[in-house]
């Protein structure tokens, strides 16, 4: 240690205890004492009326040799050294650095995810604590950013118009009607500019925190409180909520608006679902205008709302404190808020799936209202009683908010001027919304306009019932083709249907322009977890039918030009291939348009994924009527409630606990059994059972969490809509929470697979057959992140056949974890009596996991990513046909969640754009005849990459995929974008 | 040429050595010395030691391990005269930064791995180059080898040099054969003679038997600068191709990467133009081709397969 340090580090010793106390009685002086500051302890609600914070909060270092704790009680805080009997919440510091780093204002959450700091209660009190931290040094100021919002160009005619592919050598037979070009290779954006007007609005706008929902929800909840029953069953509470929030929910409509209706009530806004995990931003409210990756803007009124009229009346009773609250043992949760064996999505949503859309459509809300009433009147019992009333209620605050969409557009035709032909044109369509939106999604609807608009609404009213995670916008050309097939067999002569198509492209690409006037609310901490993610709202194309025929159609056609044109990173369009039934050159034309938008859609293969699910007990029929759903996981639509996004669980860890005797090196705790210390392995097979035994552990850690959040969404969040929008539950009269659904699973995401692959075939090959060291010593060398061990960890690298170089070792070691993965899981008890699927993809969590990983034996250094979703890794060199092969030749059947494969590539700069789109349709369509399931294409160079991250500004719309996500490169942290940088580059072709 | 026949690597994913999406299998051994030469790894048919010095991490295991005695500056640099190729070193690298080169040719083992690729050369109109080296010298186990790809409809090209006994390379391998690249590099036999090592009788005597054989055959000169690009050597070979016929020819300009590659086999750069061609000295090479009449294609000048680090070879371990 130098002298300069040992001088810090005697400092810091010294001085950490006093500046705690006197941190904590400064901040309660103000508390305390500061008028503008005071509402922080004691406040008056309309509704609540008088109430006062109370908690009592201990500090304390991990070693515990320093001790503080706070009391909030009766509207004053009161500060004391030394230790609290049963405090609501513990703040443990890893050190004393970092309760000075805590005091000093660093992000609480960066914190907890370096390890820097753990908690035990309540999460939501050392939230609000953190904003009260904050207010007391900003003066209770909001923190103006550095740079004012600037995105893109300053008027839409100044919006770059992307070149469009080539047109469509021979049109495939069953696959297109009216088409006579089915890659509408004529069009550009250029040709439809209100989509351009609306992209225009769509870049530039700087997204806003939105508190309607939030206000409208607590407003509720207070009023429920005070004035409802208490016995009210949770299905008809939450009836209620949604249709409060539905009924008092702005009737928004834009200028350029297609369809009517929005999220929220901001042009692009962060609803906050503060029963969930809404809290998060708390701490943040007055720096997030300025943080550098993602800001929201947001104006002191929100931020006076969600500091004092929404926030307070949650802190114990969402769905995460009040799961800890009521849990015998509290382990498996308190392990997920360590980030570093699992993370339970839960906490956030129980969304990533898709309701029955088709029916909706068909038979229109009334209907299944009466169904609702009918079943009603039938029941004897009083819980399904008041199920199938909640249905019917839920269902008619949709019915109310598009009554007010359709009164909103009477307003705009009554009050607006409408003037020269734009000014009728105008007209027009306001006169035709008003008229749709009285008749969808109440009756039937009967043209393509009338389903998309219903569609919306639906989506909507999702929006404001569950945290939109993951919402599903589903097989949209299979559900709407035979709407357009109508209206275009209808237009009289070929000028009639050449404007149907254009109308058609103009609609759909207004409807994934809606998709994105909202975005999931990520506090900073998020933008390392999940960078760049938007909610992920999926369209799936193609594929099959349920009768086995292709689905692909002329809207197939027309969605793909949508995304060609557009170029969004949500929605997330994923296309399905069926080999054998779809053409060629539909996975030509998907090819092409992944190669012009650089990211999208990514492609999956129907003969490897609907094995996998008729595998699970679905039926050929349902089978085949998958979405992807979220990043790539497969739904049965309408009928399969599955949270295929449940959680994302570190394989690595179990890896390091087998090293460590069950201990893991960043928790620093037992956690697994004890399976023996690294000198007690005679053979490799010993090592396998004691990987198998720690990873047994996590998963089984990991469901118990699940289940126990699955339990305390059945008491807090019934989801009725979603309920009255599924096949099942109306016949089961059970919400989608107890398992009302047809079908019952929740999925995982398995993360690093390829990592621990790569350490088991290390230690297997150089540890116990070759004998080159033993495990101890190896380990000494992962403890030393390789420091000193240079000629180990070089034979770590080279000397050990690595997954994706095609060698039968590693195939059956990947092979082997795999099957004991699927074991396990199936083996679990499930809260809604569904089963567990596992899958592999991973988000952008490789980087969040691998940041918390020692060295590995694979030869991956300490905190490096790991590789994303299932993908071989960068270092292992392999060719792309090897890659290919390797990932295809993993059995499907023990991924029925999915995967996401990645693979960059890079055309060389003498390619035709025909020539790369021939050789990217060559390679998927080779790796999905070798079986493979799932594949998605970065068509881009990492210089390119490099050039973006020192020119931001040059590079907004640069598109990119993750794990299973589109994002804009621009908007990633750089630990995301360095990973996206490393990952290795396949030559598409030759250079110039 | 003794002992039994080599390869030296086997390249998938391979986007430069002929049409599609192919493999490579480079041979080792050939009857040509040109001192440009692009392979040298390729040029003698015995197993050779490797050293990639920027790997090695200096641990001296391989000293240790050397049953031949073999001392420190030697591996430092290369194994030199007292080296066996035994491949005790190889094994003792920890770093991977010594190789053996030199697999043997199985032509089962490997139409089997050739064959893996399969769905890609059939979907991108690609399949297996025989390279080297020169291929020719073993046209028996290659026939055979190529027989078993053809069986299962995969493109066989084969890139030569030229320089080789008619009757057994028209006997086994050629019947089998999709198209060949030939490669032409001086038309003068003196010159022929004294930067490849031998004259160039053979070469153009089978080059012009193949002119009236029904196989696929595209010539293809080396622009080396200062050696094949001059004007009389290219006005020579231009007119030789129009009075045989030929319509097509291809350039594969200068690349000098393979200097690089020197070193590790220890073999003194006897030749050693060190930078790219530039553009106007390419395009003038081929605009005086176009003039006699032929049709000019040009080649990507980084198309030669590199010994160490770029990954898209696999491994010769993994065959064996």
Known sequence: MSSLAAAHRYLVDRVTPVVITTKLRAMAAMLNHRPSLRHHLRDVHPIAGAHAFRATIAFVTEDGRDRAHAVFAGGTMRVSSGGAAEPDLTVRFRDREAMRGFFAGQDTFAMLLDNALTFEGNLSCLLKFGHMSAAVTLGGKKVAPAQPWQRGPARPEELPVPPAGEPCAEPPVGEVVHLDDPHLAAYTLADFPRLRRLLWAARTTQPSICTERALLVTEHALLHRRDGDPATPPVLRQAEAIHHVLCHKRAIIHDDDLLAGTVTAERIGIPIFPELGGTGIWPELLTVEARELNPYRISERQIEDLDRRVFPFWINENVREWTKAHAADRTALELDERFVLYFMWKTQATTHTVVDVPRALSRGLVDIQAEARRREAESADPGRRAFYRALWLALEGVLVYAAHLADEAERQLREGRFTGEEGEARRATLTEMARICRKVPARPAETLHEALQAIWILFVAQHNENMGAGLVLGRLDAWLDPYLQRELAAAGDPVAKRRGIERAIELCGALMLKATDHLPMVPDVGNRLFGGSSENQVITLGGVTPEGKTAVCDLTWILLKATEMLRLKDPNVNARYAPGVNSAAYLRRLCEVNALTRATPSLHNDAAIVPALTAQGFSLAHARDWTATGCVEPTSCGRHFGHTNCMMLNLVAPLEMALHDGVHPVLGRQVGPRTGGPENFADYASFWRAYQAQLGCVIDRSVEANNLLGRAHQVLKPSPLFSALFDGPMEKGKDVIEGGARYNTSGTAMIGLTDVVDSLAAIRRLVFEQRRWTLPVLVAALEADFVGHEALAAELRHKAPKFGQGDALTQEIAAEVQAFVQARFAAQEHYRGGTYLPGYWSMSNHVAFGLLSGALPSGRPRGKPFTPGLTPAASAQAALTSQLRAVARLDGARMPNNIAFNVKVVPGGGDSQRAVVDRMAAYAGAYFELGGMQMQFNVVSSATLREAMAHPEEHRDLLVRISGYNAYFVELNRDIQAELIARMEHQLGAAA | ?320
């Open chain 2, 1 to 320: 040429m003794t002992g039994a026949p080599l390869i030296f690597a086997l390249e998938r994913n391979a986007l430069d050595d002929g049409p599609g999406i192919r493999s490579v299998l480079f041979v080792k051994g050939c009857p040509l010395r040109c001192v440009w030469c692009q392979n040298p790894e390729g040029l003698r048919a015995v197993v050779e030691l490797q050293l990639n010095a920027e790997a090695c991490v200096g641990c001296d295991a391989c000293v240790a391990r050397c049953p031949h005695g073999v001392g420190r500056p030697a591996h430092e640099q290369h194994a030199g005269a007292r080296c066996r190729a035994c491949g005790a070193c190889v094994d003792a690298c920890p770093a991977a930064a010594r190789r053996l080169v030199g697999a043997p040719l199985d032509p089962e083992r490997l139409a089997a791995a050739l064959l893996e690729d399969e769905p890609f050369y059939r979907r991108s109109g690609g399949g297996v180059t025989f390279s080297g080296g020169e291929p020719t010298l073993y046209p028996r186990p290659l026939g055979q080898l190529a027989a078993a790809l053809r069986a299962r409809g995969v493109h066989v090209l084969l890139e030569t040099c030229g320089q080789f006994a008619w009757e057994p390379f028209a006997e086994h391998l050629l019947p089998q054969l999709s198209a060949i690249y030939f490669d032409l590099k001086l038309a003068d036999a003196d010159a022929h003679r004294r930067y490849c090592g031998v004259d160039n009788a053979q070469i153009r005597a089978n080059f012009v038997r193949l002119r009236h054989s029904a196989v696929e055959l595209l010539p293809r000169i080396p622009l080396v600068p200062g050696i094949t690009d001059t004007a009389a050597n290219l006005d020579a070979l231009g007119e030789w191709l129009v009075a045989l016929g030929v319509e097509r020819v291809a350039l594969l300009p200068y690349n000098p990467l393979w200097l690089a590659k020197r070193v590790p086999l220890g073999q003194p750069a006897v030749y050693s133009h060190g930078a790219w061609m530039p553009e106007q000295a390419v395009a003038a090479c081929a605009a005086r081709l176009a003039a006699r009449g032929l049709r000019v294609q040009r080649w990507a000048a980084d198309a030669t397969p590199s010994t160490f680090g770029t990954g898209q070879k696999s491994a010769l371990s993994s065959l064996s």
